[in-house]
């Protein structure tokens, strides 16, 4: 008996050794798995730059714009003038908008980013009023600081947007949030939650905090 005890204890202690032996520290793989803090930031920036694009694609009547990192957020937002634009309708009552949002760009490495959506708000006849529109944002195979992402599905970025003698008015906030998958090297899916206060149309008039697959991300926007 005393044998047989010994023998189920040494196979109990051989099953743990094995067990630990093929998992190889998966504390280590996990930690692998978290992006970096630059890498964080550069996806943070990506979003907000192809949210640029969009809006200024959009005011432009859907032509293409090109992409600098010279654009401002605040500045594209400041921009918007429902009284100009031809998606806007006035009648005796104000003016109705719906003003579609398409765009698709190339990200830095490759693969493409895109965000789609309108801006759909009614202003009475002294141009006031507010818009709550949500963009959709969708990273396909988009390289961005060695790492590819995609939608897991998509991230979302809902605005709001008060008018006054058809006029923007500031502060403008902003929320993305949503999830992506990223690879190869480490690879995962992650969350997005970000918070986007445009104060002015100035260089530094947009700032971002909040988080990004776990990493905290602040700055400018």
Same mark, same amino acid.
């Given at each position: 008996?005393?044998?047989?005890?010994?023998?189920?204890?040494?196979?109990?202690?051989?099953?743990?050794?094995?067990?630990?032996?093929?998992?190889?520290?998966?504390?280590?793989?996990?930690?692998?798995?978290?992006?970096?803090?630059?890498?964080?930031?550069?996806?943070?920036?990506?979003?907000?730059?192809?949210?640029?694009?969009?809006?200024?694609?959009?005011?432009?009547?859907?032509?293409?714009?090109?992409?600098?990192?010279?654009?401002?957020?605040? /500045?594209?937002?400041?921009?918007?003038? $429902?009284?100009? @634009?031809? %998606? +806007?309708?006035?009648?005796? #009552?104000? !003016?109705?908008?719906?003003?579609?949002?398409?765009?698709?760009?190339?990200?830095?490495?490759?693969?493409?980013?895109?965000?789609?959506?309108?801006?759909?708000?009614?202003?009475?006849?002294?141009?006031?009023?507010?818009?709550?529109?949500?963009?959709?944002?969708?990273?396909?195979?988009?390289?961005?600081?060695?790492?590819?992402?995609?939608?897991?599905?998509?991230?979302?970025?809902?605005?709001?947007?008060?008018?006054?003698?058809?006029?923007?008015?500031?502060?403008?906030?902003?929320?993305? /949030?949503?999830?992506?998958?990223?690879? $190869?090297?480490? @690879?995962? %899916? +992650?969350?997005?939650?970000? #918070?986007? !206060?445009?104060?002015?149309?100035?260089?530094?008039?947009?700032?971002?905090?909040?988080?990004?697959?776990?990493?905290?991300?602040?700055?400018?926007?």
């Amino acid at each position: 008996m005393m044998r047989t005890k010994k023998l189920e204890a040494l196979c109990c202690a051989a099953a743990i050794t094995l067990l630990l032996a093929w998992c190889g520290g998966c504390g280590s793989g996990s930690r692998s798995n978290n992006i970096s803090q630059a890498q964080a930031e550069a996806m943070s920036h990506e979003f907000v730059t192809a949210v640029e694009s969009a809006l200024s694609s959009a005011a432009s009547g859907g032509a293409s714009v090109e992409r600098s990192a010279q654009q401002n957020l605040s /500045a594209v937002v400041g921009d918007i003038h $429902p009284d100009q @634009s031809s %998606s +806007c309708v006035t009648s005796a #009552s104000g !003016t109705s908008c719906n003003i579609p949002v398409a765009y698709s760009g190339a990200c830095p490495g490759g693969g493409t980013i895109g965000v789609s959506g309108a801006f759909d708000f009614t202003l009475n006849n002294s141009g006031d009023g507010s818009d709550s529109t949500t963009l959709t944002i969708t990273p396909t195979n988009c390289s961005v600081s060695n790492l590819t992402i995609n939608g897991d599905p998509n991230v979302t970025v809902a605005t709001e947007i008060n008018f006054t003698g058809s006029e923007v008015q500031f502060p403008v906030t902003a929320a993305e /949030a949503g999830e992506i998958s990223y690879g $190869p090297n480490p @690879s995962g %899916s +992650c969350t997005i939650k970000v #918070s986007l !206060t445009l104060n002015s149309t100035s260089q530094t008039g947009c700032t971002v905090t909040g988080t990004v697959c776990g990493q905290s991300v602040s700055g400018s926007c």
